[in-house]
């Protein structure tokens, strides 16, 4: 015997209607009830925004950044921040972003600007006459903030200008 479509469809969604597979079990109690709604109550906390800083690739650097570069952020030999008298190059969010020079620029750190990015070098190791000068790497922190509602990232890398 030969059943229509519809009639079909009909009884497969009421066989699926009654499998109850679905189905959460019901509380039994006011008290079982409550302690269900405390446990859904408690809020987890967000996780934490991902990191702005990331190394930057060979493709990030042009040729006017590969020649006479001023100044470099980088930690375990992995560059982080390119400077030279063209300007300065980061990778942020994931892309790569020019940096302009918003202050002085040496041995013992520096500052950039770039729409939704601020980016600032500073040596912490103690400063020791040899410490003024170039071609020798420092310790150094940076921060890469410029985002209203978000803490800046910080990292330590070393810092060195020649």
């Not at 499998?19 to 079990?25: A, R």
């Not at 006011?30 to 991902?50: G, H, M």
């Not at 060979?58 to 040729?63: C, M, R, T, V, Y």
Request: with cysteine.
């Amino acid at each position: 015997m030969r059943f229509p479509l519809p009639v079909l469809a009909l009884a497969a969604a009421l066989v699926a209607c009654g499998s109850g597979g679905d189905e959460q079990p019901q509380a039994n109690s006011a008290e079982e009830l409550a302690n269900r709604i405390e446990t859904l109550s408690v809020l987890q906390p967000d996780p934490p925004p991902p990191p702005r800083l990331a190394f930057l690739k060979e493709k990030d650097l042009g040729p006017e950044l590969r020649t006479r570069p001023a100044c470099r952020l980088h930690r375990d030999r992995k560059l982080i921040l390119v400077v030279n008298a063209s300007g300065a190059v980061a990778r942020v969010d994931g892309r790569r972003v020019a940096l302009a020079v918003a202050g002085p620029v040496g041995p013992t750190g520096g500052y950039f600007e770039a729409p939704g990015v601020t980016f600032s070098v500073g040596r912490i190791a103690p400063v020791v006459p040899e410490a003024e000068g170039y071609g020798q790497g420092w310790p150094a922190r940076a921060s890469v903030g410029g985002i209203k509602d978000r803490e800046p990232q910080r990292i330590e890398a070393t810092w060195i200008c020649s």
